[in-house]
């Protein structure tokens, strides 16, 4: 009666665990088959568009400004006259050198001719040859500092500031007015000292703005880092990129180029505590597998360790999965492609 009683019961539980088993239904999952592949790695950083040519327009004499020809906003070519200055003074100047070196010049004529005649020394002549050429210099010293109460541009720009109003006194050195050069733009980019011993002229620069994006080089990079800040300027051009200055840029930097990594997308991987898992399949069964990742980047991340080339890593219906949950593959993705 025993024997019987116990057989029934062992007959009860095979069919239970049958049961169980035909009941299991496999979960569908998509899988990337993993190989290696070259990672490259860039970083962000950001910065502002400036002009890349620029002129800060001064004075080089102090004077009263008689007229300012030009407004914020105003396109202006190189040459063109931005400011005059009073120059009374210097007209003045110039008409008195002009009459010194005209009587020089006369004298230096005259006493040539009574050279050849021999009324006068060749010393005589070489010394009024000296004043003909000290007079010389004086005026043209002079009509120099008068040209320079005219005010020019030195480069075709735009004007973007200007301090200065007529009747006010313009001092030598002080900043009258400012033209940048709106086809000539580039932006200072602000570095860390991380990656700024990884960067070079040659160094690929992506830079993006409002949806904009454009390939462009490495212009300056800065050996000195801004006070206060710790991070170094680095100089990109912006290859006609659709901007004004003083607009906020970001810029991408290959920082670095490594081989042979096993890369996935960082969306799978699971975190529990201070540990990272994904899920692999083997032999229809999903298993929870330790991972240790590295760097990661736009949605991947490399893997240091815990996965192999040619591991099936479920890359879609992980979050159903449970360790060991039996699965169906639905579909394999390629490396690089998903979450695309």
Same mark, same amino acid.
């Given at each position: ?9 062992? +007959?009860?539980?095979?069919? @239970?665990? @049958?049961?169980? %088993?035909?009941? +299991? ?12 592949? /070259? ?7 950001? =910065? ?29 070519? !190189? ?7 009073? #120059? %009374? ?33 060749? /010393? ?15 005026? %043209? ?6 040209? $320079? ?12 500031? $200007?301090?200065?109003?007529? =009747?006010?006194?313009? #001092? ?14 580039? !932006? ?28 462009? #080089?490495?212009? &300056? ?49 699971? &975190? ?23 760097? =990661? %980047?736009?949605?991947?991340? #490399? ?12 890359? &879609? ?15 394999? @993705? @390629?490396? =690089?492609?998903?979450?695309?």
């Amino acid at each position: 009666m025993v024997v019987r009683v116990q057989a029934k019961l062992q +007959e009860t539980a095979a069919d @239970a665990i @049958a049961m169980e %088993q035909k009941e +299991e239904v496999p979960v569908p999952v998509d899988v990337m088959r993993l190989s290696r592949q /070259d990672w490259e790695i860039w970083r962000s950083y950001y =910065g502002r568009v400036k002009a890349g040519k620029s002129q800060t327009v001064t004075s080089y004499v102090k004077e009263i400004v008689r007229e300012v020809h030009v407004q914020i906003g105003d396109k202006v070519k !190189a040459g063109q006259v931005l400011l005059t200055l009073s #120059s %009374q003074d210097y007209l003045a100047s110039v008409a008195a050198d002009r009459v010194s070196y005209e009587k020089a010049v006369r004298d230096y004529e005259r006493l040539s001719e009574l050279y050849k005649s021999g009324g006068v020394s060749k /010393d005589q002549v070489e010394q009024a040859f000296s004043r003909m050429k000290s007079e010389e210099a004086k005026l %043209q010293s002079s009509q120099s500092t008068l040209a $320079r109460t005219q005010i020019r541009a030195s480069i075709d720009g735009i004007v973007a500031g $200007r301090s200065v109003e007529p =009747g006010e006194v313009a #001092s030598d050195g002080k900043p009258l007015l400012v033209i940048i050069d709106l086809m000539d733009l580039e !932006a200072e980019i602000m570095v860390s000292r991380k990656d700024i011993l990884s960067l070079n002229r040659e160094t690929p620069v992506e830079v993006l703005s409002d949806g904009q994006k454009t390939r462009c #080089s490495i212009k &300056r990079i800065s050996p000195e880092a801004v006070q206060g800040s710790g991070l170094y300027p680095v100089d990109v051009c912006l290859n006609g990129l659709d901007v004004l200055p003083g607009t906020h840029v970001e810029a991408r930097f290959l920082v670095e180029k490594k081989k042979d990594l096993i890369v996935i997308p960082s969306e799978i991987i699971q &975190r529990r505590g201070d540990k990272a898992y994904v899920y692999v399949v083997e032999n229809e069964r999903a298993k929870l597998r330790e991972i240790v990742p590295g760097e =990661g %980047q736009n949605g991947s991340v #490399s893997i240091e360790a815990g996965l192999s080339e040619g591991d099936l890593v479920v890359v &879609r219906g992980h979050n159903l999965l449970s360790d060991n949950a039996l699965v169906v593959v639905t579909g394999e @993705a @390629a490396p =690089g492609t998903e979450g695309k």
